[in-house]
């Protein structure tokens, strides 16, 4: 069963506008989510990390997301895009040892 | 800064080859993992190993094999490559109630 949900696949979006990607998980006790950004022929770099305590979680490069537990979301957002922040995007929750991901968004930036 | 190291960044192979894809982590992690990588499909975990010489088996192990001998290192054995397993494969590793950190990854063509 899937675990991470991502619904949208590609996201265009203007250069200064900003972005809210979506991340819908499915587990029964308290998650440890994850949202990590992959740039074409790179590994993944971590952008933030929730594990407990304050829902709105701040990371690198400006980016922040909100855990929801009643919605079962963990999105993440940026007020304003820059044209580097395009890039492929995956939310990952952990269970146990295992860590689960998503299909992944793709970010387009237009000028 | 963690380092985890893939041994080759490009490998093409041939059908029924046997191929070694090796990973080595800098920061003495206890837990480390093999995914692969495909368009649309986000990761999938391929096996995982907690501690020298232990593994479990991740979502897709089939066609695959692993060995941890010693702790810094995973590696990932194809026993006779196919074609279905061209893919990018990627290594991680982290400490127990920490983010995974990832290697650059490794973009594999079996022909």
């Known amino acids: 069963a899937q675990s991470v949900t991502q619904p949208d696949i590609h996201i265009t979006v203007s250069e200064g506008a900003s972005l809210e990607l979506r991340c819908n998980y499915s587990y029964g006790a308290t998650p440890y989510l994850f949202w990590y950004v992959q740039s074409p022929g790179q590994g993944l770099q971590l952008l933030l990390k929730?594990?407990?305590?304050?829902?709105l979680v701040q990371g690198i490069k400006g980016f922040e997301a909100e855990f929801k537990r009643s919605q079962s979301s963990f999105n993440l957002r940026k007020p304003s895009v820059h044209w580097s922040d395009a890039a492929e995007y995956f939310c990952a929750l952990r269970r146990d040892y295992k860590l689960s991901f998503g299909a992944g968004t793709t970010v387009t930036v237009r000028a | 800064d963690v380092k985890v190291t893939q041994s080759s960044r490009y490998l093409v192979k041939r059908t029924g080859e046997k191929v070694f894809l090796e990973c080595v982590q800098d920061?003495?992690?206890?837990?480390m993992f093999w995914y692969r990588q495909d368009p649309g499909l986000g990761l999938r975990l391929i096996y995982f190993s907690y501690d020298v010489k232990m593994k479990e088996k991740g979502d897709i192990p089939e066609g695959y094999s692993v060995s941890r001998e010693k702790k810094e290192r995973f590696s990932l054995i194809l026993e006779s490559a196919s074609t279905n397993q061209t893919s990018m494969y990627l290594c991680?590793?982290?400490?127990?109630?920490?983010?995974?950190?990832f290697g650059q990854g490794t973009r594999l063509t079996v022909v």
């Open positions: 929730y594990f407990s305590g304050d829902t």
């Open positions: 920061m003495d992690h206890e837990n």
């Open positions: 991680a590793s982290r400490e127990a109630d920490t983010e995974a950190f």
